[in-house]
């Protein structure tokens, strides 16, 4: 029910012992993810690339269990030292979550090839390095990975090419990944939120969120809490059989086949 607390409500420890590495963490879904996974008992990595946002991040955690790092995830060594100096401090790695993320609004012609590098590099690149360097110790672990795509990528929307086309790649980087790596024992599996309340969203005016809501059947954006809930979900044992799934977090959004609401 819209209104409950899902960070109330994780109570459990069955995370405990877990080592977390969450990109993007410092703020929107990154930073429930944290706080979510954190309370259940987890030690939680927070990377990302504003400093003084991360850092202010980790110190709401118990200090014990929370690392925070400076991270550029379109960076290949940085991504790699990230995961080097996790495993280097806490011995090993159980969850990866590959959350960075950054929006370009406008059409292939409306943007820059700036644009795409920037986009590609964080939302593409980001996944494929955070994948690529947590694998060999996900394996070790039979830990699993979750990525944050989005019903952008499921489908195309007017005024996000470059969005959507980096977002289908996680997607379908997700399932391919989860065909190769299922044997060894590690679960890749993906969230396709729709609108949440996030600082890359909180920009939004008035007239086009009301345009969100109206195709969204809840009415309304999520709360990076509810997208975070899936998140542990998936982390957890009672996820045992789910495995190349990219699970739509949109309030039923997916659910149309696009025609208008007439009634």
Not at 62 to 77: G, I
Not at 89 to 100: F, P, Q, R, S
Not at 249 to 261: C, I, L
């Amino acid at each position: 029910m819209y209104g409950h607390n899902p960070l109330k409500e994780a109570t459990m420890d069955r995370f405990a012992g877990k080592v977390v590495v969450i990109t993007g963490a410092a703020n929107g879904i990154g930073a429930a993810a944290a706080r979510r996974f954190s309370s259940e008992g987890a030690t939680v990595v927070l990377a990302d690339y504003v400093e003084d946002d991360v850092m202010k991040m980790a110190a709401t955690l118990p200090e014990d269990r929370t690392t925070a790092m400076v991270v550029d995830v379109s960076d290949p060594k940085a991504v790699e030292k990230m995961i080097e100096d996790t495993v280097r401090k806490y011995g090993k790695l159980d969850v990866m979550i590959n959350n960075a993320g950054v929006h370009v609004v406008g059409s292939v012609l409306e943007t820059s090839l700036d644009d795409w590098r920037r986009i590609s590099g964080i939302n593409i690149d980001g996944v494929v390095y955070g994948a690529k360097f947590s694998l060999p110790h996900l394996i070790r672990s039979k830990g699993c990975m979750i990525n944050t795509s989005s019903v952008s990528g499921l489908g195309g929307d007017w005024g996000a090419a470059f969005y959507c086309a980096s977002k289908g790649a996680v997607a379908n980087l997700t399932r391919a990944m989860a065909l190769d790596h299922g044997l060894s024992g590690v679960r890749i599996n993906a969230v396709c939120p729709s609108l949440v309340k996030t600082n890359m969203t909180r920009g939004f005016d008035v007239a086009v969120q009301e345009k969100f809501n109206e195709r969204i059947p809840l009415g309304r954006a999520a709360q990076p809490e509810e997208v975070a809930s899936v998140m542990a979900f998936l982390a957890s044992d009672d996820a045992s059989f789910v495995n190349g799934a990219c699970i739509p977090v949109d309030g039923g959004a997916t659910a149309s086949d696009g025609q208008p609401k007439i009634a």
